[in-house]
């Protein structure tokens, strides 16, 4: 029987979900409505067309997350500091009244400053963590991949701390924009020089330089054959995958002490990191489906919604 | 009197002189004809339409250097791979037969492999680094700031070794295709924010965390206004060419020998590298004028051609 539901509203696409009294997802709903396509602002109508037939006399409680809090979103509000967690962002749900009476709760993002003194927010990961945290460790190491990748410290299901790359928007850019994208004769996924690119990301900058050395140095390696035509898009790839987790465990301070570190992405995503990550020598978890759901039940059981 | 005529024909301009016999440059002709532009691949209309009128039945020696000796130019020619100089330069000439029986002297590129076995490469700029030694140091550290930056360490007007830098790409693809340009509400220059922009760049990885990290970053301190929307394009300026110099200084050994920095560039770019390198209290010199001609100047001397 439905008791909740979740919506993980994004950028560029939305995933609803009807989750059952014991936290199982019963039904899952995707689609491109991401809050940049959403005509005139008008999210309650969207809101509606997408889950609408959910919505039963009875008033199950719903529960938003993801970009649809920020600036450009539905109601934009403020970043609750780290550490936070269930209880944390339970404790700061915003709950706002719809055109017909019915009440739903947004859930806000985190921010963090660094060691460094610079910020770091996330709108949407906070909730997968805590979903993939309430089933298991005490201690734990995520990442994210993606668009902007986020790898975040968790501690008895509170994000301890984290940090953002801008690994998969650059990827992107330098596919389609750059002299690298030129040297590329195919995007089929080469096993062999993604690992050779991931083991270029992982040297130390002495002597081989940061990112920009590198990426020129991926077009001379193609110049002399030793990253081929057919190899470069996935050798692109893992060199900028490499990169992110070394500036990862350089950033996040001593991650020596995590056994593993648990992957929550696309299958993709996760099957590539899941071999950057071996190269390493970090084991790897892959986490739970619908993480962000789990989020959604943890956090209005925790604000006493359920 | 003309004595000699070089051409730096690149990939999207090209730069031609008449150089008198004392080495100054009588005349100086630059356009957009670089070797991507050139119809047909006809190089040698391209070239008697550019320089036709200062070629005498005397028959002044020519000399070319640049892209034009890659594979997508007029003759392409394989490296010298480093150490090299004037003298190597000079011996590395390829003689080239025009139709109407003329010679035209060919200098190519340099290549070097660096400390983690990775290649490097250069065209047109060694003509340059020579052109600028003729004039200087015994010991000198060149950069040669632009799309793909370069950085060389000179002695007796040999390039001893030398790295390359995707940081002129990789800001006109931020600027133009990322969440970064959209951050931009000018692109006018902001002395303030490109200071503080390569202090940004200028931090160590523990605990800034590389470029992935610090991109993102920039967009962070964007969203608090700690980097206001009026300086992000100066702000990601001043970041990427902080990382270029501290790459730079990480990865062509040790560079506290040298009292300054030659700066081989456009005003603009000279200019902004001037202020960085003063951030991180290296001395600058600006290098000379029309170092290329200067160079085709001294490979031709050097190759008994004068």
Redesign the interface.
Known sequence: MTTLIGLDWGTSSLRAYRIADDGAVLETRASNDGILTVANNDFEATFHRVVGDWLSATSHPVILSGMITSRQGWIELPYVSCPAGGEGLAAALHCHTLNDGRSIHFVTGLSVV???G????MRGEETQIVGAAADGDERGLVVLPGT??KWALTEGGQVMHF?????G??FA??S????LGRMMASEDHDEAAFVQGVA?GR?S?????????????T???G??G?VPANGAHAFLSGL?IG??I???L??L?DTSAFAHVTILGTQELTALYTVALGQFGLETRVGPDDAAAKGHYAIAKAAGLL
Do not use: N, W
């Open positions: 660094g060691a460094d610079v910020p770091d927010v902007h990748s940090a953002t790359f801008m690994t928007e650059l850019l330098l389609k924009h750059s002299i270029y040297r900058d002495k002597p081989a330089g940061g990112l920009l050395k590198r990426l020129f140095g077009r001379a390696q110049l002399f030793s900028l990169c992110e070394r500036e990862a350089a950033c301070g």
